[in-house]
């Protein structure tokens, strides 16, 4: 641009070359002519080649020929590589750095730390109240504090609207997703939010994103949000005793079913065992009347013949048997007077310890 | 001649090119343009169209280009009261753009953004002020979706706000408007983390009698269980015997032939019975079968 002026001088000069006096300036300037002319033939290469731009592969570029996009839709955006445009006064490139998922996160409702710190997994101290200048969080629909924040994952889905419609449009779509996480917890108790219901409350922050983004006409598609919430640092301690009474709560009630499967088997069985006994006494029972039923009969003709002698045989013959089975056996002879004996027994103070009873003279 | 036919092209297009950039120019589908002709706002271009617009070139005529896309605007966390007198810090985002040029073009020197959006935060937070001084703090907070007027306070401090704007004559729009952040005055967080405290102390407590109870009520029935299954086993035990001495006592008869004889019998069988084991006994000389060593001298040995 800076030479163009060069231009009109050098065309007027031309007319003078034909005076004979001036043949060495006239040399000289069609010397400067010549220069001039490449000059001229470089600026218009130059000017031309300009035009050609490259496209990187996290960007897009779109084409404005007099202001107004080249195409519509996707169809305007360039991919990477190498394009051409006619040089600014027609054409006007204009790039967007952009990968294929944007990505924003809001922390208006997180305390203050550093990436260094969520590195590390540390948290800045807690101190007794949270300064709001600093510190972000939620209010829940019961009025408590939780923390939380989003990570929203979009696609550009309208470019030239992203581009041509907003000065900053991530920008708006981070404002878009702070106010959905503060609309969506407006709406949540604390416990809801954090424990009871946590997923629910990220697809209504979703949710709100998708509806604000779409009321905004932002041109992008929202692909994922997924949210994190946490108590406050001050009430850590707090929190946990709940997940401990909870855990406590759930010990003792296992530990009362296994008592109650316990109970409940032992009973199973003695219960069957009293049955069976039952069953086995039944059989006895029966077996056993049976069975003296027959002895009966088989020894009534027996008897009936001969009841004294009868009795007397079967007295001995017991008697002989109980006498093979007891242990001790004492015969006491009648005295000479023929008045019995006088005999006295000892019985052993302790006698369960003792099965059997002491016997004395 | 051919070499000056070249030279004429290319000192032509040259020329073109120098005064293409002199007396035209182009304004871009996100853009509008302000023509002014010796200072005075003459014309207000846009939308781009397919060949480029003609100007005078300075000092006549100068064109200059705003952004008419939506600018992005934040304001400070301020601190208002509600209208049951809770201290409620908010901030709003506004989505606003330039709608009139020829207007905001001289309000505004030089069209400047940055004053434009000195003057919307005072709007706004005038509005905001006005609108969060008619709510209680359960209309930005609440668990019943149909109590909870969040939306409603958001258009309602948008409507007004743009009001204000259409009056002062801006040439702005507000677009959209939205709540970024609330928050409590730092003394009143305090307050709501010692309550939240004290709910999840009383949760810890419910939860662990909660368990307790439950654990005795499962021991007790289970306890019941039990007995209730022993003792019906006991009942069933009963029947079953029941019907043993039924059918038992249907043999009864037979006994009845001799009832001398029966006595006798079942005598034998508790007596023998009874001396089953570790049993001492002691028999003076007229029981039998001990009767026959009656006549023997005992100082001598039996054998």
């Known amino acids: ?361 | 001649m051919k070499r000056n036919l070249l030279t004429l092209i290319v000192g032509a297009l040259l020329i073109l090119i120098f005064a293409l950039l002199l007396f035209t120019f182009q304004v871009r589908t996100s853009e509008v343009a302000v023509v002014t002709t010796f200072g005075q706002t003459t014309s207000e271009i846009s939308e781009p169209r397919a060949f480029p617009f003609f100007k005078w070139p300075w000092p006549v005529q100068k064109v200059y280009k705003l952004d008419k896309r939506i600018q992005n605007f934040e304001d400070k966390f301020t601190e208002t009261l509600t209208a049951d007198n809770n201290n409620l810090l908010t901030t709003v985002y506004v989505g606003w753009r330039i709608t009139d040029a020829k207007t905001f073009f001289p309000k505004f020197a030089g069209g400047s953004v940055a004053a434009a959006e000195r003057m919307l935060e005072g709007i706004v937070s005038q509005a905001k002020t006005a609108i969060i001084g008619k709510h209680p703090l359960s209309d930005f907070v609440n668990a019943q979706e149909k109590e909870l007027k969040f939306d409603a306070i958001e258009s309602e401090i948008k409507a007004i706000a743009q009001a204000q704007l259409l009056v002062n004559n801006c040439g702005i729009q507000i677009e959209f408007l939205g709540i970024k952040k609330l928050g409590l005055p730092e003394s009143v967080t305090q307050n709501v983390f010692d309550r939240m405290s004290a709910e999840r102390k009383r949760l810890a407590d419910d939860l662990q009698s909660q368990g307790e109870a439950e654990a005795q009520k499962i021991r007790s029935a289970a306890d019941r269980k039990a007995a209730e299954m022993i003792s019906s086993a006991d009942g069933e035990a009963r029947q079953i015997r029941g019907r043993g001495e039924a059918v038992a006592a249907e043999v009864l008869p037979v006994f009845q032939q001799n009832p001398e004889l029966a006595n006798f019998l079942l005598r034998r069988e508790a007596l023998e019975e009874s001396l089953k084991e570790r049993t001492t006994l002691i028999f003076d000389t007229r029981t039998p079968p001990f009767d026959l060593f009656s006549g023997v001298t005992t100082n001598r040995p039996a054998k």
């Open chain 1, 1 to 361: 641009m800076s030479n163009d002026p060069q231009t009109p001088p050098s065309a007027t000069s031309r007319p003078d070359g034909m005076d004979s006096g001036s043949q060495a300036l006239a040399e000289t300037l069609r010397g400067s002519f010549a220069i001039v002319k490449v000059v001229m033939v470089v600026l218009v290469a130059v000017f031309l080649f300009s035009g050609i731009f490259t496209v990187n592969p996290q960007e897009k570029a779109i084409k404005l020929r007099f202001g107004k996009p080249v195409g519509e839709g996707e169809k305007a955006l360039l991919g990477a590589g190498a394009h051409w445009a006619w040089p600014y006064p027609i054409d006007e490139v204009k790039k967007i750095p952009i990968a294929e998922i944007q990505r924003i996160t809001s922390t208006v409702g997180w305390y203050a730390t550093t990436p260094e710190m969520e590195l590390a997994g540390t948290e800045p101290p807690a101190g007794a109240s949270l300064n709001p200048a600093v510190d972000g969080y939620l209010l829940t629909a019961d009025g408590n504090i939780v923390h939380a924040r989003a990570t929203l994952s979009y696609r550009i889905e309208e470019p030239v609207r992203y581009v041509f419609e907003f000065v900053n449009a991530s920008n708006a779509v981070q404002n878009a997703l702070n106010n959905a996480l503060l609309h969506s917890a407006a709406r949540f108790t604390a416990d809801d939010l954090l424990l009871n219901d946590a997923l629910a409350f990220q697809d209504a922050v979703r949710r709100r994103v998708a509806q604000l983004v779409q009321e905004q006409r932002l041109g992008v598609a929202v692909d994922l949000c997924v949210v994190q919430g946490r108590p406050p640092r001050q009430l850590k301690q707090a929190f946990d005793n709940v997940v401990t009474a909870g855990l406590g709560r759930s010990k003792a009630l296992n530990e009362a079913r296994s008592y109650e499967s316990q109970v409940i088997n032992k009973a199973g069985a003695q219960a069957v065992a009293v049955v069976n006994t039952a069953e086995a006494d039944r059989t006895r029972l029966v077996q056993d009347v049976t069975s003296d039923a027959e002895n009966f009969r088989r020894l009534l003709p027996k008897y009936v013949a001969n009841p004294d002698l009868f009795v007397q045989q079967r007295l001995v013959e017991t008697m002989a048997r109980v006498f093979t089975n007891a242990q001790d056996k004492m015969f006491l002879p009648t005295s000479a007077d023929g008045r019995p004996l006088e005999l006295r027994l000892l019985l052993n103070r302790e006698p369960p310890k003792r099965k059997t009873e002491g016997p004395g003279p």
